[in-house]
């Protein structure tokens, strides 16, 4: 059993293969991390500038809009650093290490099962990559959409972490439109088998995470994050256990997308 894993250079990354390496580390022979391998090296939550102002401007667009949404009056005597950082300056992924168990790290480089860097995983060279290591389950957290020969090559499939509760939120802001909406029961992550689509793959396990209104942006994320990575690494031991996919469901909704 050859299991490949996809993912990218940020810390999260980095804790998602530590919980991987512990629990069906025996199994992981590939990886393919989406970026260079100076970010991977380089990946902190405290000291990336660059990932928390991204955040902190997500968040800051978000926080406006919540200001003026007529049920979120919970929200506007709280100022913005609150909502994002529980008054504080982490960065959710701080949040996460905070989570892990006793005795538990972001995994260190070269920890990392036979890695390959591209920042593009649909090239001629990843693709005979792909062929070479001939997985027979791929799991993906992070990174560009996967096309081609990715979604055919392995034979129990290629699973998916969406940190939104698909079908229902789509693309890459899913959590911040859930809050927004004030759908708290459609707040969580998703785990897919991936498809031509963009998340619209067949649904293994969903998850709802309990939230308090307003709880910190922040706070949130690292909740979402963590309770998905879970899952996938359960749903792959899973596949593995059994040697064959996983049951799971086609679903659609309109008008899903919120990028």
């Given at each position: 059993m050859k ?8 810390l999260?990354?980095r ?32 000291n ?18 919540a ?12 100022p913005?650093?609150?909502?994002l ?16 168990q006793e005795g ?10 036979s ?18 290591s ?16 990715w ?42 088998y ?23 942006l922040s ?5 979402v994050?963590?309770?998905g990575i ?5 749903c ?10 996983l ?13």
């Amino acid at each position: 059993m050859k299991l490949l894993v996809v993912t990218g250079t940020g810390l999260r990354h980095r804790i998602f293969l530590s919980l991987l390496k512990r629990e069906i580390g025996a199994y992981w022979t590939n990886t393919l991390i989406q970026g260079t391998e100076k970010a991977f090296i380089e990946s902190s939550a405290i000291n990336d500038d660059k990932a928390r102002n991204t955040f902190f401007n997500c968040g800051s667009h978000f926080y406006r809009r919540a200001r003026r949404h007529i049920l979120c009056a919970q929200l506007k005597d709280i100022p913005l650093e609150k909502y994002l950082f529980d008054g504080k300056e982490d960065h959710f992924e701080s949040k996460m290490i905070d989570m892990l168990q006793e005795g538990l790290s972001p995994i260190e480089p070269d920890k990392v099962s036979s890695p390959m860097y591209a920042e593009d995983p649909n090239t001629d060279g990843v693709y005979s990559w792909l062929n070479i290591s001939k997985p027979d389950l791929i799991i993906i957290f992070g990174g560009r959409i996967l096309k081609g020969p990715w979604l055919t090559t392995a034979r129990l499939g290629a699973m998916n972490m969406h940190y939104g509760y698909l079908p229902h939120y789509r693309s890459s802001s899913s959590i911040q439109f859930a809050l927004f909406h004030e759908r708290f029961d459609l707040a969580g992550p998703t785990i897919h088998y991936i498809d031509a689509g963009i998340d619209t793959g067949p649904i293994i396990k969903r998850s709802v995470v309990k939230i308090n209104p307003p709880e910190a942006l922040s706070s949130v994320l690292a909740n979402v994050y963590m309770t998905g990575i879970t899952n996938l690494i359960d749903c792959a031991k899973k596949s593995i256990d059994n040697e064959s996919r996983l049951p799971s469901e086609q679903m659609n909704a309109e008008s899903s997308y919120y990028p």
